[in-house]
């Protein structure tokens, strides 16, 4: 699996967020217009901007300005929405439901997918209100949201 650093651009022309993209050999050698396609979902659901200015955002392949090829110009984590940070949001999740559950023993994986599945689902619902809500969109937008995940 190839990772390349993809910029997320607003209407302004200015760096919103780098991410650190990385596409399975799945589907044969990825081109640049699937690492940004990739982002700007990662963008959607990393809620880099307001819901209305979600259709003004583009994506480019990052340029590095000398040295090593780091993300530059903005505070959000590097790992918003990618693998890692999915990770460890899900870590988190789990580990606080195991402690609301008193710190039971031999419960990790039920935890683990609760709190993974917790997340999906408000992901989704992100996603289905920065479309306006529409009826029937939800079913749409879960998928969107598991395929996400599973990439």
Do not use: C
């Not at 200015?53 to 090829?69: I, K, V």
Request: hydrophobic share 30%; charged share 30%.
């Amino acid at each position: 699996m190839a990772e390349r650093l993809v910029d997320v651009v607003d209407s302004n022309g200015r760096v919103v967020h780098t991410y650190p993209v990385t596409l399975g050999n799945s589907r044969g050698e990825a081109s640049d217009a699937d690492y940004q396609a990739k982002a700007l979902e990662a963008a959607g659901h990393g809620l880099l901007v307001p819901d209305d200015e979600l259709a003004g955002l583009t994506a480019r392949m990052h340029r590095s300005r000398g040295g090593q090829l780091q993300p530059y110009g903005d505070e959000t984590s590097s790992d918003s929405e990618t693998r890692l940070g999915l990770e460890q949001a899900v870590r988190e999740r789990a580990h606080a439901l195991w402690e609301q559950e008193g710190r039971p023993e031999g419960r990790a994986e039920d935890h683990w997918h609760r709190a993974h599945d917790q997340h999906i689902r408000e992901r989704a619902y992100v996603l289905w209100q920065q479309e306006g809500s529409p009826e029937g969109g939800a079913e749409t937008d879960w998928d969107r949201t598991r395929d996400f995940e599973a990439e």
